[in-house]
Structure formats: C-alpha cells, structure tokens
C-alpha cells in the first residue's frame, strides 16, 4: 500500500512558477514510477508526466513539453514537478500516481493515487 500527499498548488499569476511535491508513504517507493495528471473543470483527467523508478526515463505530455520538469528523490520518497511559464489553461486539479508496474501514460497503468492539489493560474 503506498500513501501519496500532494502539495505546492496554489494562486499564482500568468507566467509564474510552482513547484508540486508528492510526498509517498511506505518502503517501496523507490520500485515505483511516478506520474503526475491533471484534471480541468469538466474536463477528463490527462497525462501531464512521469518518470522510471531511477529517473532513467521521463515523459511529458506535448504541452508542457520545455516548462515543466518531472524530478524524484528517493531516499525522500518525495517526486516533484517544477512547473514554470504557467498559462490560465493550466489551471486544474494535479494529481500524482504511483504505477507497480512501470507503465505509466495511461490512468489504467497506475495503482495509487493521491487526493490532488489545486493549481490556479490568473491572466
């Protein structure tokens, strides 16, 4: 069982930055990978990032491509996304998951989630 805590969000305005952090309960979260999505008013939740149990490998969703930054620090059991240049249509609730397997584009590839952490950009 792994517990995820997500904080960081917040007001901010267009062209701002804001740092998520995920924070992971257990002994495991090292043997996990980790992604970040969010969800819109009325809108599905998508893929924003995520990224290998080592950092190995990451991925990012087309439009955040060059302004967010997916990290991880194990032995903190904590993964972050650093979000700069924000945009009003970035405004959504994110979510961090944590995936077993290591698949980690689609919702169905994760096991955990945690309770989100809202994000408002003003223009």
């Known amino acids: 069982q792994v517990q995820l805590v997500e904080s960081g969000g917040g007001l901010v305005q267009a062209g701002e930055s804001l740092r998520l952090s995920c924070a992971a309960s257990g002994r495991t979260f090292s043997s996990y990978a980790m992604g970040w999505f969010r969800q819109a008013p009325g809108k599905e939740r998508e893929f924003v990032s995520a990224?290998?149990?080592?950092?190995?490998?990451?991925y990012y969703a087309d439009a955040v491509k060059g302004r967010f930054t997916i990290s991880r620090d194990n032995a903190k059991n904590t993964v972050y996304l650093q979000m700069n240049s924000l945009k009003p249509e970035n405004t959504a609730v994110y979510f961090c998951?944590?995936?077993?397997?290591?698949?980690?584009?689609?919702?169905?590839?994760?096991?955990?989630w945690g309770q989100g952490t809202q994000v408002t950009v003003s223009s």
């Open positions: 998951a944590a995936s077993r397997s290591g698949r980690t584009i689609t919702r169905a590839d994760y096991d955990y």
């Open positions: 990224i290998s149990w080592n950092g190995g490998r990451i």
